[in-house]
């Protein structure tokens, strides 16, 4: 019974930082921010979300498929599943963990250097995106 407990309190702890996140994107956007810089949090909390998914994920194969399965309702299941999978695709792509951090760092970096120079970063925050 404390695995489920766990398992509560990390998807809440995990939805309610992203809750915060967003929160602070809207105050981005009303203050203007910079587009590269809303778009990066807009991964982030994306990110977070996508990791909760497949949290939920494995907590429901681990123990609502396996004990359908254990009861004969394996088709079932199977059904549901492939009924949900249609509307989140995410919850099966590789977790952030897999993909290389060095070349993901590197990007950001120039992401950041292209982002610095006075004559890109001068034309205005995101109205000037938007426009």
């Not at 919850?91 to 970096?109: C, F, G, K, Q």
């Not at 006075?118 to 426009?131: N, T």
Request: negative net charge.
């Amino acid at each position: 019974m404390t695995e489920i407990y766990d398992y509560q309190r990390q998807v809440i702890n995990r939805l309610k930082t992203a809750r915060g996140h967003l929160g602070g994107i809207i105050r981005m956007i009303e203050d203007d921010a910079w587009c590269p810089d809303v778009m990066k949090q807009l991964a982030a909390v994306q990110g977070m979300l996508e990791g909760t998914s497949r949290e939920v994920f494995r907590h429901h194969l681990e123990g609502h498929v396996a004990t359908a399965i254990r009861a004969g309702r394996g088709e079932e299941i199977v059904d549901e599943l492939m009924e949900t999978l249609k509307y989140d695709k995410r919850v099966l792509r590789p977790a952030p963990a897999d993909v290389n951090v060095s070349e993901h760092a590197a990007e950001l970096a120039v992401a950041d250097a292209d982002r610095s120079v006075p004559a890109v970063r001068d034309q205005g925050g995101l109205k000037s995106c938007l426009v």
